[in-house]
Nanobody, 123 residues
Framework: QVQLVESGGGLAQAGGSLRLACAAS????????MGWFRQAPGKEREFVAR????????NYGDSVKGRFTISRDNAKNTGYLQMNSLKPEDTAVYYC????????????????WGQGTQVTVSS
């Protein structure tokens, strides 16, 4: 198993940037695909981004494409989400996720979830 802990959330102004980190512990991080989902109040969880085991393949949700960048450092057992050009609609709890076998964009395709970190973007 792997345990995930997010950090880096907080308050940002529209147009600003934040960088989220996801620290993994337990089994080697390089064995897992990882990704990010978010959930705004009253809405379903939304796929944000995913990255393959090696970091070569990256995919993004349409709402963040061109503004967010996912990356990972397997040597540090850490994943990242760089968020630029933030908008008020990016306000949500952001969750780091991982899975040992799948590489999807659905919540059901990830076995491991962090506790979430709040991101609030003011206009």
């Amino acid at each position: 198993q792997v345990q995930l802990v997010e950090s880096g959330g907080g308050l940002a102004q529209a147009g600003g940037s934040l960088r989220l980190a996801c620290a993994a512990s337990g089994r080697p991080f390089s064995r897992y695909t990882m990704g990010w989902f978010r959930q705004a109040p009253g809405k379903e969880r939304e796929f944000v981004a995913r990255i393959s085991w090696t970091g070569v393949t990256k995919n993004y949700g349409d709402s963040v494409k061109g503004r967010f960048t996912i990356s990972r450092d397997n040597a540090k057992n850490t994943g990242y989400l760089q968020m630029n050009s933030l908008k008020p609609e990016d306000t949500a709890v952001y969750y780091c996720v991982a899975d040992e076998k799948r590489f999807g964009s659905e919540t059901s395709e990830y076995d491991y979830w962090g506790q979430g970190t709040q991101v609030t973007v003011s206009s």
